[in-house]
């Protein structure tokens, strides 16, 4: 190749890479942008102007983050994006500082399957036991955040009640963000400046209580459901699991139905709202729903 040639494609891929950082939506091709939005059928419900915020996000996160494919997987720009436009659905409202959330990482690993991973756990007789468990996705402290890219679409019936593999794994990462080094998820992210016009001390405080409010509903609800025949949460038993897990699931439900979300679970909803800057957030702590809503009878 001509040293003019290559010159002109080194050009021309360094000026992309800066329209991508910058969060330019037109630096996505329409057509690829628009194959991405027709597999997510999420994506078809935001307004124009959402997706247009999304697609902005989506090119700058693509210029941070570097994608790798396991076992032979192929990593295209349709398989990039896709997982792009999920991780940034829930900082839409919030906008491009927003992805500062992320900085704790650099890489995403596709893998072709679920993932084996190793687990050694000691219960609380003293007794070690190890084993394989299957993973879809995992997020660890400083990345990379790994992905089964069979599970990235999702199962077509899934999209509609609150699961979102990518969603769910990013919501960890959120968590983790500014953490200390060993620190793990607990559900109690770095909350914004000013959140809720609190000071740091009592917008934290009122993020753990709700959130433990919210996640003990939720367990007693999974409990009746599983042992004593009652009614079943819509939002995933997975959630029961701890309080990390019940944000991680809750910031699906929050993205794919919030409306049904918030029917089972108002106040924290309203703070998930508060959080990622929803146009139905309250404006201070003072119109967040009542605290008895989620402590109601399941």
């Known amino acids: 190749m001509a040293l003019g ?31 991405v939005v027709a597999a997510l059928p999420l994506l078809q419900d935001l307004s ?3 997706r247009q915020r999304l697609r902005a996000l989506a090119a700058a996160f693509l210029a941070r983050k570097r994608f790798s494919g396991a076992h032979g997987l192929v990593i295209d720009d349709f398989k990039a994006l896709l997982v792009a436009a999920q991780a940034c659905l829930p900082l839409r409202h919030r906008g491009l500082p927003a992805l500062a959330w992320y900085d704790g990482f650099v890489g995403i690993i596709l893998h072709p399957h679920e993932v ?21 996705g995992e997020a660890m402290q400083g990345g990379p955040i790994v992905l089964a890219w069979p599970r990235v ?3 077509p019936d899934g999209q509609g009640v609150g699961h979102n593999l990518v969603i769910h794994e990013f ?10 080094l060993g620190q793990p ?32 509903t939720h367990r007693r609800r999974v ?15 997975y959630a029961a699991q701890s309080p990390a897990e019940f944000f991680a699931v809750s910031c699906e439900a929050h993205c794919v139905d919030r409306a049904r979300l918030a029917a089972e679970h108002p106040r924290w909803t309203a703070l998930l709202d508060a959080l990622f800057a ?15 809503s989620d402590a109601a009878a399941p």
Do not use: N
């Open 171 to 180: 919501a960890h990462a959120i968590d983790m963000h500014g953490k200390p």
């Open 116 to 136: 084996r991973a190793p687990r050694r756990v000691t219960d609380e007789a003293g007794i070690v036991h190890e084993y394989d468990e299957e993973l879809a």
């Open 48 to 50: 124009e102007a959402e």
């Open 185 to 216: 998820a607990d559900g109690c992210p770095r909350l914004p400046d000013g959140w809720l016009g609190l000071q740091a001390r009592a917008a934290h405080a009122l993020w753990r209580q709700t959130l433990q409010a919210a996640y003990e």
């Open 223 to 237: 409990v009746m459901h599983e042992h004593f025949g009652g009614p079943a949460p819509w939002l995933d038993a």
């Open 278 to 292: 929803h146009p139905q957030a309250p404006a201070s702590a003072a119109a967040l729903p009542a605290a008895v």
């Open 5 to 35: 040639e290559r010159l002109r494609r080194l050009w021309r891929t360094a000026w992309r890479r800066w329209r991508l950082r910058r969060g330019d939506p037109a630096a996505i091709p329409q057509a690829l942008w628009e194959r």
């Open 153 to 155: 679409l999702g199962a």
